[in-house]
């Protein structure tokens, strides 16, 4: 599976403002920036990210997935923080 096959997925089945897939070998790591993540669980938002890859994940087609979920404020500073260190 691609990674933009995936960030299609996500961009069609979610409201993202950002989203970032890297990753090869059916393992995977999603980055997702969206203000609907504000005031979920960490255990929701990372559901909302499995619901529309779950037929993919059942094929194996993605047999392993690490999910970061921000909202806008937060993804802001997270990313002026990183590229400051």
């Not at 691609?2 to 403002?17: F, G, M, P, V, W």
């Not at 960490?42 to 890859?53: F, G, N, S």
């Not at 194996?60 to 997270?78: C, F, G, Q, S």
């Amino acid at each position: 599976m691609e990674t933009q096959e995936i960030e299609r997925i996500l961009k069609e089945a979610l409201n993202l403002d950002e989203i970032y897939v890297q990753g090869e070998n059916a393992h995977y790591g999603v980055i997702a920036v969206s203000d609907e993540f504000a005031g979920l669980s960490r255990v929701k938002q990372q559901q909302l990210i499995y619901a529309p890859l779950m037929e993919y994940i059942s094929s194996n087609a993605i047999h392993a997935l690490t999910i970061k979920t921000y909202t806008v404020e937060k993804w802001k500073r997270d990313r002026l923080f990183n590229q400051l260190s």
